[in-house]
């Protein structure tokens, strides 16, 4: 897929071998080796949250794809309804991370979650997993005054009842990350992730957790476990073959859906 969301810093893939020519930046014709694409993805810039646009426009329309750009999304939404349907799944948990920070993987899970709630009266929950750089609360213009998921994971007691919240988009809901912890903690692999995610799975709507990325700790790992299919976001231009090889090679054949290119300016 290709992007320019804001959503955090470009970043690249370091050097994974000796191989020079396996080390080159995913770009042109090399970024389509059929061993790690299955999808890409082209859209345009969009403008950063944070930047002030003169022209007055709703807060949830930043980060959201086009017509012609969500047509992709629809394309990989009809790829995971296949595979959902070769393993019996009605409703299933989609988690989507990058190989590496700032790839856009945010942009993608936001805009996937939004393609399905395309089709006749079906829901979508974004839970927002970015241990560092939450941004889906931004991009939808939701309020996290009552917090969100982190604080639930440090608190369980004060209930599962809120984390879920409207959003502007019909049928799509979020549970915002809420305030990022400061001090390093088991959180993905806790007892109250596990009710967040039990609860999820008894709602008749898809699921989509927008993670962290691959390269650098064991949280997208984790994460993997809670979630049917796996999404894998590279940074077209910045994220190598190797590094995205090694990225995918962390998660469970049966799950992985495929690569996203998504292509920054």
Do not use: W
């Not at 931004?138 to 009552?146: F, I, M, S």
């Not at 639930?152 to 599962?160: A, E, K």
């Amino acid at each position: 897929m290709t992007a320019s969301n804001g959503d955090s810093r470009p970043g690249s893939a370091p050097p994974d071998s000796d191989d020079s020519s396996a080390e080159e930046p995913v770009n042109g014709a090399r970024g389509r080796d059929a061993a790690t694409t299955e999808l890409m993805v082209r859209h345009g810039r969009v403008p950063k949250v944070d930047e002030p646009d003169p022209t007055p426009i709703p807060p949830f329309s930043v980060g959201i794809a086009t017509p012609e750009q969500l047509d992709a999304f629809r394309e990989l939404r009809t790829r995971l309804l296949a595979m959902a349907s070769a393993a019996g799944k009605t409703h299933f948990t989609t988690l989507v991370v990058s190989v590496t920070a700032g790839s856009g993987a945010s942009f993608v899970a936001r805009n996937l979650a939004v393609a399905f709630t395309l089709q006749d009266r079906q829901l979508a929950i974004l839970v927002d997993c970015n241990l560092r750089h939450p941004m889906q609360h931004r991009a939808l213009g939701t309020a996290t005054d009552e917090g969100g998921l982190f604080e639930f994971l440090d608190q369980p007691q004060i209930g599962i009842e809120g984390l879920v919240r409207s959003t502007p988009i019909p049928g799509l809901h979020l549970i915002p990350a809420g305030r990022p912890p400061t001090l390093p903690r088991e959180y993905f692999s806790s007892q109250a992730m596990r009710m967040v995610m039990a609860g999820l799975r008894q709602a008749p709507c898809y699921v989509f957790l927008d993670g962290p990325p691959a390269k650098g700790a064991p949280d997208a790992r984790i994460l993997a476990d809670s979630a049917d299919f796996v999404i894998l976001v590279a940074g077209y231009g910045h994220d190598t073959i190797a590094g995205i090889s090694q990225a995918a090679a962390l998660f469970d054949p049966a799950k992985f859906a495929g690569v996203v290119f998504n292509e920054r300016h």
